[in-house]
T-cell receptor
Framework: GDSVTQMEGPVTLSEEAFLTINCTYTATGYPSLFWYVQYPGEGLQLLLKATKADDKGSNKGFEATYRKETTSFHLEKGSVQVSDSAVYFCALGFNAGGTSYGKLTFGQGTILTVHP | SQTIHQWPATLVQPVGSPLSLECTVEGTSNPNLYWYRQAAGRGLQLLFYSVGIGQISSEVPQNLSASRPQDRQFILSSKKLLLSDSGFYLC????????????FGSGTRLTVV
């Protein structure tokens, strides 16, 4: 079945450090890929997405590129802030009109803590 | 614009009591709807999903049930709560198009005591 593997956390960085959170996937077919962020006590928010190979999703200084050849969608940010402290989830999904009914498959989440 | 409402935000219930969590979506029609549970602030477990009124699919057999009485309303219920039902419950919706992803509600923190 489909699966998403994220790097183990927690990740602890100093402010202005470079961030990479690795995400690789296994899927039958050609999924769309997503990164979600969850701040303490809140629901998940879509951070960025990509729907085809070589697409780069970007938002709030975060970027991720859909690499079909390596089945990866690594999240990067050049300079993290304390306010970026959260849990980050990588996910994949297919067309909601297909047999998967639009269900997303999530990774286990990576806790990021940024210190001043 | 589309919005999703989930309530209550927090709930403390005794073991054996009933449960009803409600989720409604505005600004769209015929959404796919989902209930997730998140334990220990990390992993997400899909509980139920629905592709239309009265159509419910269960991913994990458990003490919970779901219903969709209206197009944009999704309810999570239990007749008798267990301690193991404690967790953070998230409702989400998705449109019927490629790459749309989910929009999540703000979640309900349920503590069974």
């Amino acid at each position: 079945g489909d699966s998403v593997t994220q790097m183990e956390g927690p990740v602890t960085l100093s402010e202005e450090a470079f961030l990479t959170i690795n995400c690789t996937y296994t899927a039958t077919g050609y999924p769309s890929l997503f990164w979600y962020v969850q701040y303490p006590g809140e629901g998940l928010q879509l951070l960025l997405k990509a729907t085809k190979a070589d697409d780069k999703g970007s938002n709030k200084g975060f970027e991720a590129t859909y690499r079909k050849e390596t089945t990866s969608f690594h999240l990067e940010k050049g300079s993290v802030q304390v306010s970026d402290s959260a849990v980050y989830f990588c996910a994949l999904g297919f067309n909601a009109g297909g047999t998967s009914y639009g269900k997303l498959t999530f990774g286990q989440g990576t806790i990021l803590t940024v210190h001043p | 614009s589309q919005t999703i409402h989930q309530w209550p935000a927090t709930l403390v219930q005794p073991v054996g009591s009933p449960l009803s969590l409600e989720c409604t979506v505005e600004g769209t029609s015929n959404p796919n709807l989902y209930w997730y549970r998140q334990a220990a602030g990390r992993g997400l477990q899909l509980l139920f999903y629905s592709v239309g009124i009265g159509q419910i699919s269960s991913e994990v057999p458990q003490n919970l049930s779901a219903s969709r009485p209206q197009d944009r309303q999704f309810i999570l219920s239990s007749k008798k709560l267990l301690l193991s039902d404690s967790g953070f419950y998230l409702c989400a919706w998705s449109a019927h198009e490629r790459g749309y992803g989910y929009t999540f509600g703000s979640g309900t923190r349920l503590t069974v005591v």
